[in-house]
Nanobody
């Protein structure tokens, strides 16, 4: 079982930076994948970035590569998403998700555990 809690959302001007954090609570000894997803009202959750705890391998959606950075702390219980050079299209509800195992899914359907989300608004 995995519990997730996001924090750090808010408003930022275009070109600005924001850091989101996902607190991961689990007793599992297996590696797991943590992903960040963005969702606009009435639309599906789009994958943004993900990181595999077993080695810290990272993956980014093309739309955010070079601007977003996903990282985990030494305990692997905090996963941060650094948003730089923010764009209005980055706005949305951001969710972190986790899947335990030896893979790192890309689609939202591949993740079993989800946080409640945190809102990001990029606007001048």
């Amino acid at each position: 079982q995995v519990q997730l809690m996001e924090s750090g959302g808010g408003s930022v001007q275009p070109g600005g930076s924001l850091r989101l954090s996902c607190s991961v609570s689990t007793d599992t000894q297996r590696p797991y994948c943590v992903g960040w997803f963005r969702q606009d009202p009435g639309k599906e959750r789009d994958w943004v970035a993900r990181i595999y705890s077993g080695g810290g391998i990272t993956y980014y959606a093309p739309s955010v590569k070079g601007r977003f950075s996903i990282s985990q702390d030494d305990t692997k219980k905090i996963v941060n998403l650094q948003i730089n050079s923010a764009k209005p299209e980055d706005s949305g509800m951001y969710y972190c998700a986790a899947e335990v195992g030896y893979w790192c899914p890309q689609l939202s359907t591949g993740f079993s555990f989800w946080g409640q989300g945190t809102q990001v608004t990029v606007s001048s």
